[in-house]
């Protein structure tokens, strides 16, 4: 079957780095998305990996290694309002889009 | 980049009664939109894909009869719930494919619909 993994939760500090993992079983690969979905809002697009390595865009970063079907988001210089889910999720080779489960990031002061 | 409306943002309805869910790409044609719903603390599911033009394609455990789509143009899909019930009440998000954009497959999300069937 199809498989999306990320962590459920993580906490960091105002300021500082933190690293969202997702690993992936997909019946075929066609990229992988990031979106960051505030509570009671619709997800918001991030990034986008088709090919390895890593693609950054100002305080976000997003890595892929399509051989370990691993993935990243890195997330720098934390903010408040970073605070939010980070959901995963890799489109098929039927070109639907499979979907973690979602990371919620608590940032504390 | 691309944007999405959705409307109305929240409905609250009586149990037995039909709620219409519209879904614009206000500046982009979308060929293909997705409907999903989503419960508290859960992921998005997918309820079903809809095609300018062609019958949607639900996916597994989704009552066609119920959740009735219609794609009439490249910037409108609606979704009408019918006879809801209270397990109807859900957060509902529409999404479009631009397939002009930057990353072709990309899917731009509406803000959703909080509707909730008493």
């Known amino acids: 079957g199809q498989n999306i993994d990320q962590p459920t939760e993580m906490t960091a500090t105002e300021g500082a780095i933190v690293q969202i993992n997702c690993t992936y079983q997909t019946s075929g690969f066609n990229g992988l998305f990031w979106y960051q979905q505030h509570a009671g809002e619709a997800p918001t697009f991030l990034s986008y990996?088709?090919l390895d390595g890593l693609e950054e865009k100002g305080r976000f970063s997003s890595f892929l290694s399509r051989s370990k079907g691993y993935s990243y988001l890195l997330l720098k210089e934390l903010q408040m309002k970073d605070s939010a889910s980070y959901l995963c999720?890799?489109?098929?080779?039927?070109?639907?889009?499979?979907w973690g489960a979602g990371t919620k990031l608590i940032i504390k002061p | 980049g691309a944007v999405v409306s959705q409307h109305p943002s929240r409905v609250i309805c009586k149990s037995g009664t039909s709620v219409k869910i519209e879904c614009r790409s206000l500046d982009f044609q979308a060929t293909t939109m997705f409907w999903y719903r989503q419960f508290p603390k859960k992921s998005l599911m997918l309820m079903a894909t809809s095609n300018e033009g062609s019958k949607a394609t639900y996916e597994q455990g989704v009552e066609k009869d119920k959740f009735l789509i219609n794609h009439a143009s490249l910037t409108l899909s609606t979704l009408t719930v019918t006879s809801a019930h209270p397990e109807d009440s859900s957060f509902y998000i529409c999404s479009a494919r631009d397939r002009e954009g930057p990353a072709q497959e990309t899917q731009y999300f509406g803000p959703g619909t909080r509707l909730l069937v008493l």
């Open positions: 999720a890799v489109m098929d080779s039927n070109y639907q889009l499979i």
């Open positions: 990996n088709v």
